[in-house]
């Protein structure tokens, strides 16, 4: 697998997620075995590249190559000028959102909205792609299978990328007038592989390693994109890429392992946000990783209450010490289970 001239260590891809895939989460995910990792996106507005937040999304110290970055914006230039600043910052591959269906940026028509508007859109492919071309920086393009049901624009466009000499596109198998409502469906990125000769991405609902298994038969695609089956649970990368290469089922980690992972993520974690920020995004993380495990739900909201770093670490150590007292490895949750918590978290 191949973006450019980046060869990929395998085709399991962790998504962008604005607020989940920071760099401690991106490189938990890709020690656990996913092949590449999307940043979240950053604005192409240039009065908030310096805010806090921007600067936390372009913070790439110690990543591994190729580092991806997201930008999302409504203007041609300006997200051409986007490219430039991020690889200025160490961005390696840029990727075009056209997959977000988050208010914030379609009120401003970004994200996914923009499958709405096939001119702006490739206007905005043109410009990026003209921008990163004279540094050799491929430029990627993440998008929903179309604006609404009766709009399911994904092949059009994804040609139109293609001719613009975009290197890869992701298909999330949903429309922008569904968000995150429905199962996704895969006859859409089944059509856009067909028609392409670059590399595409399937994603939407994969959330075990069968899953990701029917995926890449009923799609042909390339390679496979997972983000919320990740939270909480990014070993699920090994799991997948175990399965797909063995026919076999990995077994769970062992509790005092996944604990390990945990505490080590919240180091890096801290480490970016400082610890005021750091103990309060923190929560959702731990909350994730524990939510479908026995008690968790009841760790949960204890743990909600501390206010310290120190005290999430030692509260989340002695949860997991006493789990290892019952458990060698980690209890497995139903698949079932686990989608219905993706619905919960979309
Ligand atoms: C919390 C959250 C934040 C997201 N932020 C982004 C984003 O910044 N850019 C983007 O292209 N997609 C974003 N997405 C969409 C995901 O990348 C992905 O397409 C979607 O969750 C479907 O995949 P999944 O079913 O494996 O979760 C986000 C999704 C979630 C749940």
């Not at 930008?71 to 200025?88: L, R």
């Not at 949903?174 to 991405?201: H, M, S």
């Not at 008690?295 to 310290?308: D, I, P, S, T």
Request: with cysteine; aromatic share 6%; net charge neutral.
């Amino acid at each position: 697998m191949r973006i450019g001239p980046f060869e990929l260590p395998n085709r399991l891809f962790v998504a962008p997620m604005a607020g989940v895939t920071d760099r401690p989460f991106r490189q938990l995910c890709r020690r656990l075995g996913a092949g590449y990792a999307v940043s979240e996106m950053v604005t192409s507005r240039k009065d908030l590249w310096h805010s806090l937040k921007t600067s936390r999304r372009a913070d790439h110290t110690g990543e591994a190559a190729p580092i991806a970055v997201q930008i999302a914006g409504t203007d041609a230039a300006m997200m051409a000028e986007a490219a430039a600043y991020n690889i200025d910052r160490g961005a390696q591959i840029i990727d075009i959102n056209m997959g977000c269906p988050a208010k914030k940026v379609c009120s401003k028509w970004a994200g996914s909205a923009l499958m709405q508007d096939e001119p702006l859109a490739t206007a905005i492919i043109e410009a990026v792609v003209a921008s990163c071309a004279p540094h050799g920086v491929p430029v990627t393009l993440k998008m929903r299978t179309g604006w609404c049901q009766a709009e399911r624009n994904a092949v059009r466009l994804a040609r139109i990328a293609e001719s613009a000499g975009v290197a890869m596109v992701t298909v999330h198998g949903r429309t922008r007038e569904q968000g995150y409502k429905g199962a996704a469906e895969y006859d859409t990125i089944a059509a856009v592989k067909a028609a392409l000769r670059i590399p595409v991405v399937a994603n939407g609902d994969i959330s075990s390693a069968r899953k990701a298994r029917e995926v890449l038969a009923t799609t042909g695609a390339d390679a496979l994109m997972i983000g919320r089956a990740a939270q909480g649970r990014p070993w699920i990368f090994r799991e997948i890429a175990h399965f797909l290469a063995t026919g076999e089922d990995l077994p769970p980690p062992e509790v005092l392992q996944a604990k390990q992972w945990l505490l080590e993520h919240l180091q890096e974690h801290y480490g970016l946000y400082g610890e005021f920020t750091g103990v309060r995004t923190a929560r959702k993380h731990i909350g994730w990783a524990v939510r479908a495990l026995p008690g968790g739900e009841a760790f949960r909201a204890q743990m909600n209450l501390l206010e310290r770093s120190e005290d999430q670490v030692l509260a989340l150590s002695d949860w997991f010490d006493r789990l290892a007292d019952l458990h060698q490895r980690l209890p497995a949750t139903s698949g079932a289970a686990n989608d219905d918590l993706m619905a919960l978290e979309a």
